[in-house]
């Protein structure tokens, strides 16, 4: 090979290996967007996940939470979906009232703490009870809005408990960690009573 096809070889070769590892990170990207064909994900999905009421650091467990519920993340319809999101509020609720709860019986700094944000995340439950039961047996004096209050209600006592803890200089992140897995559960009801 004479020296001046030698630049020529190099950027030819170069071409390729371009080209070709493009080519693989276009099918990599292709496979990675697909949708899975087992799972119909309904467009709620991201309506409810990607609002502005649903903090940013909690979008994608919004969706993989949605998304790992058949019913929820096929559901089609809005009103079908504020009933099955205030279910699983009332669930996740529920199981962090019962984890306050044990922690309470076995913590011995802050037991009353714990006590009180049980309470709250009790009240917590009813006003979400309240909610579904309005939704499952429709009123036609009571419309979307004035259910959707039980649902903000049931926030402002996560805000109790937060604030008690606050008040009472308690700082601990297995606590604060349960609220905001509540919180967001009341978010994502919230913005279902938005659509």
């Not at 070889?9 to 693989?24: D, E, P, R």
């Amino acid at each position: 090979m004479s020296s001046s096809t030698l630049p020529l070889f190099f950027k030819v070769l170069c071409l390729i290996l371009i080209i070709t590892t493009h080519g693989s990170h276009v099918a990599d990207a292709r496979k990675a967007i697909a949708p899975s064909p087992r799972q119909k994900v309904s467009a709620l999905v991201d309506v409810v996940c990607q609002s502005y009421k649903i903090q940013e650091e909690d979008r994608a467990r919004c969706t993989k939470e949605m998304l790992s519920n058949p019913n929820i993340s096929s559901e089609k319809d809005s009103g079908r979906l504020r009933i099955l999101l205030v279910d699983l509020a009332i669930k996740k609720a529920t199981e962090a009232r019962i984890s306050l709860e044990k922690m309470a019986k076995t913590n011995n700094k802050y037991p009353e703490a714990l006590e009180r944000c049980a309470g709250f995340l009790n009240d917590a439950v009813l006003q979400f009870d309240s909610a579904l039961d309005s939704l499952k047996n429709p009123d036609p004096e009571e419309d979307l809005m004035s259910i959707s209050m039980n649902v903000t209600i049931a926030g402002d006592q996560l805000d109790y408990c937060e604030i008690g803890l606050a008040n009472d200089h308690i700082v601990d992140h297995t606590v604060k960690s349960i609220i905001h897995n509540v919180r967001m559960h009341q978010r994502m009801v919230s913005m279902a009573f938005s659509m």
